[in-house]
Nanobody, 129 residues
Framework: QLQLVESGGGLVQPGGSLKLSCKAS????????IGWFRQAPGKERGAVSC????????TYADSVKGRFTISRDNAKNTVYLQMDSLKPEDTAVYYC??????????????????????WGQGTQVTVSS
């Protein structure tokens, strides 16, 4: 049922780093494009970064460009989000989901959540001094 499990969140100081993992449960992750999303308190869930299922094409929200890196290891059935130079505004619950891109280059076109996807529990990232 396209279930994914997120892990790797935690509490870090501004400027710190975290690496999040998104592991597929019960299906082959390599067949699908995957997106990372986040939701901060009082705000809507928004796309952070997505990666294609074939050539590894990636896209990032403007707010994280140059700081976050998405990657995948299909042998491990896992997608990663390396987060560097973290800022307090990065504080959110981070989710991953299968996406069905209707275009390329931007998170708006590439990070369209697949109809069969479902949200998991996410992993909390807190950036604070």
């Amino acid at each position: 049922q396209l279930q994914l499990v997120e892990s790797g969140g935690g509490l870090v100081q501004p400027g710190g780093s975290l690496k999040l993992s998104c592991k597929a449960s019960g299906f082959t992750l390599g067949y699908y494009a995957i997106g990372w999303f986040r939701q901060a308190p009082g705000k809507e869930r928004g796309a952070v970064s997505c990666i294609s299922s074939n050539d590894g094409t990636t896209t990032y929200a403007d707010s994280v460009k140059g700081r976050f890196t998405i990657s995948r290891d299909n042998a491990k059935n896992t997608v990663y989000l390396q987060m560097d130079s973290l800022k307090p505004e990065d504080t959110a619950v981070y989710y991953c989901a299968v996406v069905s891109p209707n275009g390329w280059k931007t998170v708006q076109t590439m990070c369209v959540v697949a109809s069969a996807a479902s949200w998991g529990q996410g992993t909390q990232v807190t950036v604070s001094s």
